[in-house]
């Protein structure tokens, strides 16, 4: 073979390495894109079943604490029921909008910002929805007990205002907890889907670096 033909035969052998290589670039892209969507496809699901719940107790709360206007406790315990409705479906649907700005049509940074805003919003929709938990088992449970035809408020407050102490020491465990172990919390809100997205951002992120 001449000179100028093997010149010639390597040229086209580097040119067709180098298309192989923009196609597997291109072809794991691709994977990365749709495995990701598969991802954030279960996490959405997630924060609608989180609204249609939320729904539920709004609805509930609502209609419970109007139908029993004037009796003072009962409208408490119709209100926080409510409130705690409300607050699921705003957490779910903020959650929802961050969800949708994630393109994976993007570069691996831009992704891995829109995740971290996500990560952030997470966080913080968390820390409401622990607090507000601790507690709120307390009003459903006196709502659950008017159902057998038990007003635990007018049998013996001390026993309404004993469950709700308890609520509120655990709220305020949790509290602590998230200021005195962040990584912890963060790691607990983050955990499922959210996690899977984050751990398969770090390895495309080490694999480039």
Not at 92 to 116: C, M, N
């Amino acid at each position: 073979m001449e000179l100028h033909e093997l010149e010639s035969a390597w040229k086209t052998l580097d040119a067709r390495v180098a298309r192989q290589d923009v196609e597997l670039a291109q072809l794991r892209a691709r994977d990365f894109a749709s495995r990701m969507k598969a991802t954030l496809l279960r996490v959405t699901l997630g924060q609608w079943w989180q609204i249609a719940v939320g729904l539920a107790f709004a609805v509930w709360g609502g209609s419970y604490w109007f139908d029993h206007l004037g009796t003072t406790h009962l409208v408490a315990y119709g209100l926080a029921v409510h409130a705690y409705g409300i607050a699921l479906l705003a957490t779910a649907i903020v959650l929802l909008v961050h969800l949708s700005r994630v393109d994976y049509g993007q570069s691996v940074a831009d992704v891995q910002q829109r995740v971290l805003e996500l990560r952030r919003t997470r966080i913080r929709c968390e820390r409401v929805l622990w607090i507000a938990g601790a507690v709120m088992w307390v009003p459903i449970l006196m709502i659950a007990l008017r159902f057998i035809r038990v007003d635990a408020w007018a049998a013996n407050p001390w026993y309404v205002l004993g469950n709700l102490a308890v609520g509120l020491v655990l709220a305020a465990v949790a509290g602590l907890l998230m200021w005195r172990k962040p990584a912890w919390f963060a790691k607990h809100a983050m955990d499922g889907g959210l996690a899977e997205v984050e751990r398969r951002l770090a390895d495309v992120q080490a694999l480039r670096s």
